[in-house]
């Protein structure tokens, strides 16, 4: 299981990460540790690789993601991560050992960055942000 926060700027830009074990960026987040509730671990891995320790928002989705070669199948949650002031973002410091660094995106732009499967998941939690729902999703797209 895992667990990630959809950030924004002012702007509506998307906060992305860069990871340095990974060709693709992300949203801050990560993996579910044992005992760990995917709230607790949302906030300790945004804090880990953002350096911001903030309250999260509500669900936005919860994605069922099939196994690739070096994942097994999990379960992702994504939190609203709410939007970020510009103290905020002047405060943002990342790991080198972790991350590369990180940018803000516009949303016509994230799917250059991501896989396809997190761009898929980024644009309905967009969604869910509009309407209010949680985004069921199978794979990155809504379950129908």
Same mark, same amino acid.
């Given at each position: 299981?895992?667990? @990630?926060?959809?950030?924004? !700027? #002012? &702007?509506? #830009? $998307? ?5 340095? *074990?990974? !060709? +693709? ?11 760990? =509730? ?6 300790? /891995?945004?804090? /880990?690789? $953002? ?19 070096? *994942? ?6 994504? *939190?609203? @991560?709410?939007?970020?002031?510009? =103290? !905020? $973002?002047?405060?943002? +410091? ?13 949303? !016509? ?13 980024? #644009? ?7 309407? @209010? &729902? ?9 379950? +129908?």
């Amino acid at each position: 299981m895992a667990a @990630g926060a959809l950030c924004r !700027d #002012q &702007a509506g #830009q $998307i906060l992305l990460v860069d990871p340095v *074990y990974r !060709d +693709t960026w992300d949203v801050p987040g990560g993996v579910v540790e044992a005992e760990e =509730s995917p709230h607790a671990a949302c906030r300790r /891995e945004v804090a /880990e690789e $953002i350096g911001l320790n903030r309250p999260l928002g509500r669900v936005l989705a919860v994605d069922w993601a099939p196994s690739q070669p070096d *994942y097994p199948e999990g379960l992702v949650v994504i *939190y609203d @991560g709410g939007v970020l002031r510009p =103290s !905020d $973002i002047a405060a943002i +410091t990342v790991p080198a050992d972790e991350l590369d660094g990180f940018a803000f995106v516009r949303p !016509d732009q994230v799917a250059a960055r991501v896989r396809p499967i997190v761009a898929r998941r980024i #644009q309905a939690c967009l969604s869910a942000l509009d309407t @209010g &729902a949680v985004a069921a999703l199978d794979d990155g797209s809504p379950i +129908t």
